[in-house]
C-alpha cells in the first residue's frame, strides 16, 4: 500500500474502451437523434475510433483522450442551449492484453459457433 | 398526484429497450467470454430480440419479460458458481411512438448522410 | 453447458441490490425534482427497502420486486404525459453471504479507520 | 451547426458531478472492498469533493480532475496487479446553475416534507 502514501498521482491508462450514452434534459422533443448526430460528427473529427450502435457509442482510445471527446460533446450541447445532460459510460481498462472492440465480439461469436 | 395514493399499483412498461453489460466478479480470470456466450445463448433460448455489441447486449420487449431474463442469466451463473454478479443495465421506455433498436441507428445515420 | 439445454427457465435472484437514476426527456425544463420525489413516494408504498442520494436511489429485495418497481415509476411518469423515460441501473447479486447496502459502506469504512 | 466545422476543440465542463462504481475483474475473490478503500483514499489525497455510498463514489469538481482521478484509480489498481478494472460513470453538467450534491438531495425532500 506504500504506493498510496506517494507523492507523484497516478497517470490515466494509455488504452481504454468507453461505451457511453449521452442524455439532453429539458429539451422539449423527446427525440434526441439531432443530437446524437451532431456528437458523432465531434467524435469523428476528433480522431478518436469510433462505433455506434442503438444503445450507445463506444470509444478505443487512451483514457485522457477518451474521455475529453464526451466532455467536449457536454460542452458542445450547452453551446447550443441544452442546459443539462447526463451521460452514463461503462469504461473498461485490462493490461493483460490489448483487446479491441471487434476482437471482443469475435471472440464470443467464436465460442457461439457463429464464426 | 392523487394517482400516487391509489391503491392498485402501476403495471410495468409493455415494450422497453434495454441495453446490459454483465460482470462476473471473483472469476479468478479477466476474461468472461465464456460467460457472455452462456447468457447469449440463454437469451436466444427466451425468445426476446436482442442483439449483441462490443459493450452489451441489447433486448427489446415487455419490461417484465426483458428483465427477467437479465435475472435469469444472474442465476444461470450463480449455479455455475460465479458467486457475485454485477450488471449495468440503460433501459428506456417511450409512448410517443414504437421506435425499435435498428430505428434508432438508421434516424442518425440518416441526419448524418449516411443512408 | 447442460444446464443450458434444459427446458425448464431459471428463476430470478431472491435478493439483490439495485442502484437506478431515472431520467425524463423532453421535459421542457432541466429540473427533475418533481418527478424524483413523485418515485421516492412510489417506492415508499411498495415497501422495497430504499436509500435516496444525490445520484439515484438503491432498492434491495428480490429481483423481481425490485425491477418491478423501477417500471412501475416509468409507468407513473408516462401517465403524467412524459413520454420519454431513460433509467440506467446497477444491479447486483450475490450467493456467498447476503450483504446490505449499510454492510457494504461499513466494511469500507472499517478498513478506512472511520469506525 | 457552423460550431461543428470549427478547427478549434471545444473546452470540457468548469464543473459536473460524476457517480461511479468500479469493478475490478479476475480477481479471484469477490469481495472488492479493499480496492474500494484504497480508491477513497487516493480520492482524498487529489482533494476532489467526494461522497461515498452503497452503491458508488459521487465526485464533484472540473471534468477534466474528475474524470482523471478515476482514471488514477485504475492505473492504482492495475499496479497492484489487477489486469481487468470495468467502471460505470453517470457523469452530469449543467449551465443553468450550479447545484452540488448536497442541493439536490435537499430539494426533493423539501418536495417531500422531509425538511
Redesign the interface.
Known amino acids: 500500500?506504500e504506493?498510496?502514501t506517494q507523492s507523484h498521482?497516478?497517470?490515466?491508462?494509455s488504452h481504454?474502451?468507453a461505451?457511453f450514452?449521452l442524455?439532453?434534459?429539458?429539451?422539449?422533443?423527446?427525440?434526441?437523434?439531432?443530437q446524437?448526430?451532431?456528437v458523432?460528427?465531434?467524435i469523428e473529427?476528433?480522431g478518436v475510433k469510433f462505433?455506434?450502435?442503438?444503445?450507445?457509442t463506444?470509444l478505443e482510445g487512451p483514457?485522457?483522450k477518451v474521455?475529453?471527446v464526451?466532455?467536449?460533446?457536454?460542452?458542445?450541447l450547452?453551446?447550443?442551449g441544452i442546459?443539462?445532460?447526463?451521460?452514463?459510460?461503462?469504461?473498461?481498462?485490462?493490461?493483460?492484453k490489448k483487446q479491441s472492440?471487434?476482437d471482443?465480439?469475435a471472440?464470443?461469436e467464436r465460442?457461439?459457433g457463429k464464426k
Chains 1, 2, 3, 4 share one sequence.
Open positions: 500500500m504506493s498510496i498521482p497516478y497517470s490515466t491508462p481504454c474502451t461505451d450514452c442524455i439532453p434534459i429539458g429539451t422539449s422533443s423527446p427525440s434526441v437523434s439531432q446524437v448526430a451532431d458523432q460528427r465531434l473529427k476528433s462505433v455506434m450502435h442503438s444503445a450507445g463506444t483514457w485522457d474521455l475529453n464526451i466532455g467536449q460533446a457536454h460542452t458542445m450547452h453551446n447550443q442546459v443539462r445532460i447526463q451521460t452514463d459510460i461503462r469504461v473498461g481498462s485490462r493490461t493483460d472492440m471487434e471482443k465480439v471472440v464470443v465460442l457461439l
